[in-house]
């Protein structure tokens, strides 16, 4: 398992055209790879890079648009992007207090290393994922249990709820 240094808070980032911009005020709870033919189809590429965080965490610039549908177990999912240049920024499901960052959107991508991966049954072929890697063909029954736990030995920091200062 590859060991993360974590870079200082807040982590900071934004859309391509400049236009939004935030900053993460506290440590992301897991950092995974997502293989859905969702996340492929709005990335157009391989997967989506999700930074999962809580939500109360995030100060973003105002103007982000939302785009509101119903997956396929009915629940309310949102994506929050640029009304510019079209990135998104970060998405969920509606009222949740742990949200999806983008992270492709970091100004820094550096230090990024997934803990896991999931709906793998959609990944495209040429994707290599290693027998010592968490994969799920799915969402993970567990709600992200053990992807959160593998992220916390790969970066040291048990404490997920450490916040810069204001």
Same mark, same amino acid.
């Given at each position: 398992?590859?060991?993360?240094? =974590?870079?200082? =808070?807040?982590?900071?980032? !934004?859309?391509?055209? !400049?236009?939004?911009? @935030?900053?993460?005020?506290?440590?992301?709870?897991?950092?995974?790879?997502? &293989?859905?033919?969702?996340?492929?189809? &709005?990335?157009?590429?391989?997967?989506?890079?999700?930074?999962?965080?809580?939500?109360? &965490?995030?100060?973003?610039?105002?103007?982000?648009?939302?785009?509101?549908?119903?997956? *396929?177990? $009915?629940?309310?999912?949102?994506?929050?992007?640029?009304?510019?240049? !079209?990135?998104?920024?970060? &998405?969920?499901?509606?009222?949740?207090?742990?949200?999806?960052?983008?992270?492709?959107?970091? *100004?820094?991508?550096?230090?990024?290393?997934?803990?896991?991966?999931?709906?793998?049954?959609?990944?495209?072929?040429?994707?290599?994922?290693?027998?010592?890697?968490?994969? @799920?063909?799915?969402?993970?029954? *567990?709600? @992200?249990?053990?992807?959160? =736990?593998?992220?916390?030995?790969?970066? $040291?920091?048990?404490?997920?709820?450490?916040?810069?200062? *204001?």
């Amino acid at each position: 398992m590859q060991k993360i240094i =974590l870079p200082p =808070l807040p982590l900071t980032g !934004g859309c391509q055209c !400049g236009l939004i911009r @935030y900053r993460m005020r506290a440590l992301p709870v897991v950092f995974y790879l997502c &293989h859905c033919t969702e996340c492929q189809r &709005h990335t157009s590429s391989a997967f989506g890079e999700s930074l999962r965080f809580d939500r109360e &965490h995030l100060d973003v610039d105002p103007g982000l648009r939302c785009i509101r549908r119903l997956s *396929d177990t $009915g629940k309310e999912r949102e994506g929050w992007f640029c009304p510019d240049c !079209g990135v998104r920024i970060w &998405h969920g499901t509606a009222g949740s207090a742990e949200i999806n960052l983008k992270a492709g959107t970091l *100004d820094d991508t550096s230090w990024l290393v997934p803990a896991g991966h999931i709906w793998t049954r959609s990944k495209q072929p040429f994707i290599k994922i290693a027998c010592d890697e968490l994969n @799920y063909e799915a969402q993970p029954a *567990d709600a @992200y249990a053990a992807m959160k =736990l593998r992220w916390q030995a790969m970066t $040291g920091e048990t404490d997920q709820a450490k916040t810069a200062p *204001d």
